[in-house]
Nanobody, 116 residues
Framework: QVQLVESGGGLVQPGGSLRLSCAAS????????MSWYRQAPGKERELVAA????????NYADSVKGRFTISRDNAKNTVYLQMNSLKPEDTAVYYC?????????WGQGTQVTVSS
């Protein structure tokens, strides 16, 4: 059974930091490109960051470049999103995604709220 379980979300003040984690099970994690998406109320889900199967390449949405860092630990079947200098516009539900060709898996999401 495929599972992606996100954790680490919460309420943080502007300028603060959070680290999201996504623990994967039920598939060969190291073969999948892992991504973080987010969806704010009334908006479409958007790609935040992605990392290839062995971490050789990453890409980021322009809105988070220089502030967010995606990483993975294939030994722990976990992908991370370090979020620094958070802004109110980063408020959203953050979803973990695993992709390998036509195969895609989603987590249930974790809420991140940036507010004073």
């Amino acid at each position: 059974q495929v599972q992606l379980v996100e954790s680490g979300g919460g309420l943080v003040q502007p300028g603060g930091s959070l680290r999201l984690s996504c623990a994967a099970s039920g598939f060969t994690f190291s073969r999948y490109t892992m991504s973080w998406y987010r969806q704010a109320p009334g908006k479409e889900r958007e790609l935040v960051a992605a990392i290839t199967s062995y971490g050789g390449s990453t890409n980021y949405a322009d809105s988070v470049k220089g502030r967010f860092t995606i990483s993975r630990d294939n030994a722990k079947n976990t992908v991370y999103l370090q979020m620094n200098s958070l802004k109110p516009e980063d408020t959203a539900v953050y979803y973990c995604n695993a992709k390998n060709g036509l195969l895609r898996h989603w987590g249930q999401g974790t809420q991140v709220t940036v507010s004073s």
